[in-house]
Each structure stands twice: as structure tokens, then as C-alpha cells.
């Protein structure tokens, strides 16, 4: 008896860990593209330390580097819509979340501002309907925009 239950978590823990020829692997984030480098010199990750003067700085600058982002408050999990890859893919943007913990709301706020404005001169306004509803900001810089 013993051995049929060993052979059967055997078999069960194999099969379940296998993955069919020409399954798709999948994405999360175009982030994963952009090395330790260029994550550690974006704006976000100096956002924390950055006098609010210099936030629109730092956003143009990532947006000339070809690596914006928009930028989310998160809690203790990262949240992923199913639908964040393709808009990543498509207005070439990247979504970075913080966390339980970040930089002062009003720093994330200007930052993505600057992120808003670029996108709509690039791609005007249709980018708004397929974003994230929770991008910090975003409700309020619409409101301004009617």
C-alpha cells in the first residue's frame, strides 16, 4: 500500500510540474526588460529622494531614455491586471508599484502628470481608456484635462 502511494505522489508531483511543447510563457511586465542599471537610475527610484522642483525633471528625463513609467501605490502584494503587458507593449510604458511603503502621494502625483502629458501628446486621449484606473493620480489630472 505503501508503494502505491508513494508511486501515485510520484506521478501526480511530475505531472503536475509539466508544461506542454509551444505553450506561451508569460510576461507580467515589459520591466523585466530594462537591466538593474536602468531601473536603479529612473525616476522612480530616486522619486524617494528628489525635492518635489525636480520631479518633472526626473519624469522627462526617464521619458528621453525611452523608459517612463507609471507609477502605482500598492499594498503588501503587487497587483497585475491581465491587460498590463499589452499596454505596456502598446504606448511603451512601463508600470512600477511601490508598495506598502514609498515616496509622499503629491511626488507620485507630479511625477505621473508629466507621464500623462507625454503620453497624450504621443498617442492622444486613447491611451486614457485602456489604463489602469489606480494610477496614482490619474482621476484628478483627468478632471483638470475636461
Do not use: H
Amino acid at each position: 500500500m505503501k508503494k502505491i502511494i508513494i508511486i501515485l505522489t510520484l506521478i501526480f508531483s511530475i505531472s503536475s510540474f509539466a508544461q506542454e511543447n509551444g505553450q506561451e510563457e508569460i510576461v507580467f511586465s515589459r520591466i523585466g526588460n530594462l537591466t538593474d542599471e536602468q531601473i536603479n537610475s529612473s525616476g522612480p527610484a530616486k522619486l524617494l529622494f528628489t525635492k518635489k522642483s525636480e520631479i518633472s525633471n526626473l519624469a522627462k528625463q526617464d521619458i528621453e531614455n525611452g523608459n517612463p513609467f507609471l507609477l502605482l501605490q500598492g499594498g503588501i502584494a503587487p497587483v497585475i491586471i491581465a491587460t498590463d503587458p499589452q499596454f505596456e507593449d502598446k504606448y511603451k510604458i512601463y508600470f512600477y508599484e511601490y508598495g506598502c511603503t514609498g515616496p509622499d502621494q503629491s511626488l507620485i502625483e507630479d511625477y505621473n502628470k508629466e507621464i500623462f502629458s507625454y503620453l497624450t501628446d504621443q498617442y492622444g486621449k486613447k491611451w486614457i481608456k485602456e489604463v489602469r484606473d489606480d494610477v496614482v493620480g490619474l482621476n484628478e489630472w483627468k478632471k483638470l484635462k475636461r
